[in-house]
């Protein structure tokens, strides 16, 4: 196939020549991607291929006595493939545009010739082929050529008779090789005809069917689209969903440590980075929330801690949890005066308890992080 063929713009191209030149330049396609992947790289190969697409295309609806515009019809589905390659990257969508230019590059292919031309190899117009190649009608019939005995063709209107004691063996070789080769050639012709006879049978079917090839085909296309859609819709909020659990996952993620001293009244004080937490053991009942500052609701006993000079602080919440402890945490603005009041002070009281400070401050000092605020 000379190259000049490919780009040539006044020829012609038969069905056979169309369909072989799309198929390669998709399957070069798809070998771009497995060299360079799926990046934008990937539009250089494109470029390149397309011009030859679009001849091929105008080519054979020449051939066929069509507009040109209906070139579009095949352009459309390689650029569509080329974008969802590059940025969509989705395999759903990409055999849906796969679907629509094998049904693009059928219904080019099926478009009946205008004309009884002479094609060399499948191509007819001013781009010489080639001495070797011998033109073949699109129709017609064929010629047979005498076959000869040792390069001497019998003359018209005389008969000569050859003895078969002088035939050598050379002769009879030359014979068996002559008619092997037009054996072959019969041969071949034969499947050419019946490949002609079987895509003109498909032409007239869908020529006499054309409304319901048509419904069919884009059926197919629509609901393959549809699916490729639902595919891409579902993806996305997977994503959506996957990295939400990721964020939540992160902030649930880092444990503030707790630092704990034990207090000598049967309680127990706590750090939590700078949040104070008073706890003590003695309550049951369902876990719930006592008091919320927040809210201002629940039990008011426990919405201040009282020391006995009648300082007061109150706690943004109290709790009684599961193990039978209740935890009151406070703001971290009050945990330095918090600690040096229960290292100083009698007593304290919270949610009807009164605890002695009796030994506080030996208690706190232990704590390297409680000695802090003292």
Known sequence: MQMKSLLCVKGLDNSQRFAT???L???ALFISVALVGPTGLLYVPGLILAPILALTSLRRLRDAGKPAQLALVAMAPFIFVIVTLVHV?????LLTFMVLAVFAIGYLAMLPAARNLDYVQGYSGPVEMGDAARPVRSQGGRARVEPTLGGIAPSEGREES???SVETEYQQQVKAESYQSYTDQDSTRNRSRTAQSQLASIQQFIEAN???V???AGSVVGCLLLISLWTLLPSSETHNESVNVVDETEVAEPKVERISTAMPDGFSLALEEDVLIMRWLGESGTPENLWSLATAKGDKTCSRLRFNNGTEY????VDLLADTGTEARFSPLDTEAI???MARRGNVSLCGYNFSLKGSQAALGKTAEFRAFL
């Open 314 to 317: 109150r706690p943004m919440v």
């Open 89 to 93: 990257h989705s395999m759903m969508l």
């Open 339 to 341: 600690v040096v009041d």
């Open 214 to 216: 048509i419904i069919a």
């Open 210 to 212: 054309r409304k319901a």
């Open 21 to 23: 030149i799309s198929g």
């Open 25 to 27: 330049i998709y399957l």
């Open 162 to 164: 050859i003895p078969t």
